[in-house]
């Protein structure tokens, strides 16, 4: 096995203390007794007691886990279908406007598009809240879905849907009974995006919220300005630790079906054999 240069274990280390060391920090001290995060006064769960009955933040993360699900699900939902539409429809009239218009909040500052969005809901005389927040975050989130489930469908072979077309299948069966659970996962992993960016995002969010609906970045955002309280310590570890579970949940399962589709083809090459 070859060792790793001095050089390359300095970068590491130097990197993961860059990237983890200032959450581990925030961990430490959302135990801290003392009001003032700088000054350690002792072990105390106290802020956590605190959080748990700040009405404030957690109306905010309602509204963040409830607009994060909605639009989520309609930006998957219109995103498979534009990238169905990209990948199987061919060349027709107006594809180069189509795709542009579907791949342009990738490259389009979150600034005006929020922007443009505020003043799209003024024109209309749509109420800011829970619903533009919605749209405005399937708005920018469904161009992401279209790139995964257009990634997997550029790879998917054809001739199973022929396949089941002729063996009687309609086209929305085939789509429904061969296609959809074939790219399903790529379906899954665009809906785990959009969830994530819809509960990151704060520019956005802050130009079409409104009084009665406010994300929890938005009011994190609104809390830090006024400078940093412990109970937002506590929240972060929160998240961190939903994160961390997250991850290694995903991990574990991931590393269990490998093993379990190495052993069945091992069991099947023995059958053979």
Known sequence: MKRMSWFNVTSLTLGFAFLY???IILVIYSFNASKLVTVWAG???RWYGELVQ????LDAAWVTIKVAVMSSTLATVLGTMAAYVLV???RFLGRTLFSGMI???LV???VITGLSLLLLFIGIGLDRGVLTIVLAHTTFSMCYVSVVVSSRLVTFDRSLEEAALDLGCSGWDAFRLVTLPIIAPAVISGWLLAFTLSLDDLVIA???SGPSATTLPIKIFSAVRLGVSPEINALSTIMIAIVTVGVITASLVTKRNATRAEADTRAAERAQA
């Not at 700040?54 to 933040?57: C, I, L």
């Open 21 to 23: 060391l200032p959450m």
């Open 43 to 45: 072990f105390s769960t």
């Open 54 to 57: 700040n009405e404030a933040f």
């Open 88 to 90: 199987r429809g061919g």
């Open 103 to 105: 791949y342009a909040p």
């Open 108 to 110: 389009m500052p979150e």
């Open 206 to 208: 802050s130009f079409t």
